[in-house]
């Protein structure tokens, strides 16, 4: 007799090493058959995309499918033993053979997800690319939103799956189930549900993108992302602020990128005592100062605005395009030091504060 016919536990050792042997097969030759597989699925792709990157989808899928493709030979090859009959025992009420099956389904099913959970990001990974070449800011960031609503989806089907492979239950009494606790937790999560929602309405309606500058009530900063919950804002302290989506719908959002034009004032508060001649002298300097950046400054306005008993109000109003805010502030800087030295020039004197201190002494009472 052949020592390979034994039989140990229900199975010859025959049936043992074929299993055994195809197991290790699949170990050792995992990454050539997988890389095989992602090639066959790039050339499908390709077909709807011509422009996928063949080595970004190999690094992204080739994992997932190593193992998968590990968990589905060794499940179906191991399940092509008999159970032995000395194990035949029950745990509340299930059978050991009957749990290792469902364990194994479920493996399967954890895998295949992660599977489709690569792919997802593969192909947000095609379309951000795309969004790149074209420039296009919000459809970036339009992908990632999407991709992270779709790998929740997936999750979730992923996980009814497994309790319908695992659990034997009715998919579709699971479903009336779950809707009678969705709408107990949707009253319990009513904020994040808003949150949800004024997500896809700051998508689809677009009043700002990643990388926007724009203020919400008293925070003001650049747009680094957009989610399903909340906005984050880099501060100019480079802070990170997390504003929920429902606030940023329903506040007054001021966005700066929009801008066709940036503004700036120069307002003087000249002494009261100074003369009409170097007022109007003054008024002449500064239209001087802003025409000799022609190149920058679209549009002004010089203009002697008030007079009251503190001094002499004049008020200077200029346009330039939308410059970077570092060049404008530098603008901002030559303005100023030409301003004081037309002053210097013109001897203008400026305003001085009045600061008057009353004391008032109450008489005593008594």
Request: hydrophobic share 50%; with cysteine.
């Amino acid at each position: 007799m052949n020592v390979l016919d034994n039989i140990f536990l229900d199975n010859t050792l025959r049936s043992y090493c074929v299993v055994g042997g195809i197991i290790l097969f699949v170990l050792l030759f995992k990454r050539y058959f997988s890389r095989r597989i992602a090639s066959l699925l790039f050339r499908l792709l390709s077909q709807v995309w011509n422009t996928i990157d063949q080595k970004s989808f190999v690094d992204l899928v080739v994992e997932p499918i190593e193992w998968l493709l590990v968990i589905l030979i060794a499940v179906f090859a191991i399940d092509k033993l008999n159970f032995p009959a000395a194990w035949q025992y029950k745990i509340y009420g299930h059978a050991i053979d009957d749990i290792l099956t469902r364990l194994g389904i479920a493996v399967i099913v954890v895998f295949f997800t992660r599977f489709l959970l690569r792919i997802i990001d593969f192909i947000a990974l095609v379309l951000s690319l795309k969004a790149q070449a074209i420039q296009e800011k919000n459809d970036n960031q339009l992908v990632i939103f999407f991709r992270d609503f779709l790998k929740v989806i997936v999750v979730i089907l992923g996980a009814l799956l497994l309790v319908k492979s695992c659990f034997n239950q009715p998919i579709g009494g699971l479903l009336t189930s779950l809707s009678i606790v969705g709408a107990a937790i949707a009253l319990a999560a009513k904020e994040s549900l808003e949150n949800l929602i004024a997500s896809f309405i700051i998508f689809f309606d677009k009043p700002f993108v990643a990388g926007d500058i724009v203020k919400v009530n008293t925070v003001i900063g650049t747009v680094e992302k957009i989610g399903l919950r909340s906005t984050r804002i880099r501060t100019a302290d480079k802070t990170l602020v997390t504003v929920p989506n429902k606030q940023m719908v329903d506040s007054v959002v001021d966005n700066w990128s929009m801008r066709s034009q940036r503004r700036g004032e120069i307002k003087l508060e000249l002494a009261a005592q100074t003369s009409t001649s170097k007022i109007q002298d003054l008024i002449e300097a500064l239209k001087k100062i802003l025409q000799s950046k022609p190149e920058i400054i679209n549009t002004y306005t010089v203009h002697f605005t008030d007079i009251n008993k503190n001094g002499i109000l004049i008020m200077a109003e200029y346009f330039t395009p939308h410059i970077p805010f570092e060049i404008f502030n530098q603008l901002r800087e030559e303005l100023g030091f030409a301003v004081k030295d037309a002053l210097e020039k013109n001897c203008v004197e400026m305003a001085r504060a009045n600061n008057t201190v009353t004391i008032i002494n109450e008489a005593k009472v008594e």
